[in-house]
């Protein structure tokens, strides 16, 4: 048996930290919440559950926030969460026997992070991350923004999703204020700050960012690949449409494809008209394996769904009718009542005596 405190930073989060401490109090053993400068009632509702409830002056800098709530813990191991995340009841039984059968000596435990959800609120969006980390005074949080702990040691990837629940939007422009005033970026921070680059339409300084982080080749494989894909989104806005396919081809020399970028090539394809080249990649994507414990971002729907409706439109435009409704049926299986899934529905109904 193992004992878990919980560690939080928190500001101005009343509308979602009880609904966050319902959820998880229950199952671990101490609860350290930080404040970071709050003027709503957090701080109220956060002595209703715990007294162990400091204030940190906020610096710009989540790894020294989370450095500190880690110091505040007392229990084996330091589990830590957002306060708009949630633990469903389903996994809270899983987490209860995680903490009742795991081996002392494992020193981190990677749970699963669901992030986005379809409309039939099934996640679509995860990743694994080091959710649950022994509490011994070698592992620290690295990174401005965007922090994490290096995953080292024993490590267990355990069936146990953490769920990310906005209720509402977070500060667009915060990470990219943090980022733009550090004198020097790690690997790691450049590459999200060429992510932030791209959610606020600077393409440009984007693929500089992205160019000087690949061409430095430190980064891990699967941030090279997303780089990749990102810059060539970049490109595509911008307008240079052979350079957004050469960004994605570069992530192929990094390792095998991912679903997601055999998606975007076949969208790049699908939008030059060649139908069948797109059909080649939108088919590839099928057949991949998805690596959970890659650490990848990982959307799960560019590995069925959705490239099965792409290939549903590319096989209609080359007037193979059949094949078009038979990926349709795939993706009316995982889907059945997607939009577009009904819309293809009716469309070959309407066009029957074609196919």
């Not at 306060?83 to 699963?112: C, Y």
């Not at 690596?291 to 193979?320: H, M, N, R, W």
């Amino acid at each position: 048996m193992i004992t878990i405190s919980l560690c939080m930073i928190v500001k101005n989060e009343e509308d979602v930290l009880e609904r966050c401490l319902k959820s998880i109090t229950p199952v671990v053993d101490e609860i350290i919440i930080v404040d970071t400068g709050s003027t709503d009632t957090t701080k109220d509702i956060a002595l209703r559950y715990t007294p162990h409830v400091f204030d940190f002056p906020w610096v710009d800098d989540f790894s020294k926030a989370r450095n500190f709530a880690f110091s505040k813990a007392t229990q084996q191991y330091c589990m830590w969460v957002d306060a708009d995340d949630i633990l469903t009841p389903s996994d809270q039984t899983r987490l209860k026997t995680l903490k009742d059968t795991s081996d002392p000596t494992v020193d981190i435990f990677m749970l699963k992070y669901d992030i986005a959800f379809d409309e039939e609120d099934h996640p679509i969006f995860s990743y694994y991350r080091e959710r649950i980390i022994k509490n011994n005074g070698s592992f620290f949080w690295e990174g401005v923004v965007h922090e994490a702990i290096t995953p080292r040691g024993i490590i267990e990837y355990k069936e146990i999703a953490i769920q990310h629940r906005k209720l509402r939007p977070s500060n667009s422009d915060r990470n990219l204020r943090i980022l733009e005033k550090q004198p020097q970026l790690s690997p790691r921070e450049q590459y999200y700050y060429g992510r932030e680059l791209y959610y606020h339409k600077r393409y440009e300084d984007a693929i500089h960012v992205f160019n000087r982080f690949l061409n430095e080749k430190q980064g891990w494989i699967e941030n090279n690949i997303d780089a990749c894909k990102i810059r060539g989104l970049c490109y595509q806005k911008l307008g240079f449409i052979e350079e957004e396919l050469n960004s994605y081809l570069q992530s192929l020399s990094f390792d095998i494809p991912r679903g997601e970028l055999c998606c975007a090539i076949g969208n790049h394809f699908f939008q030059k008209q060649q139908y069948r080249q797109a059909i080649y990649w939108y088919q590839n994507a099928t057949t991949l394996e998805i690596d959970e414990t890659s650490g990848a971002f990982i959307e799960k729907d560019y590995y069925d769904f959705i490239p099965y409706l792409q290939l549903c439109v590319c096989f209609d435009k080359l007037g193979d009718k059949e094949s078009a409704k038979n990926y349709n049926d795939l993706a009316a299986f995982l889907k059945p009542n997607h939009p577009s899934v009904v819309h293809n529905k009716k469309y070959f109904q309407e066009n029957e005596t074609s196919i």
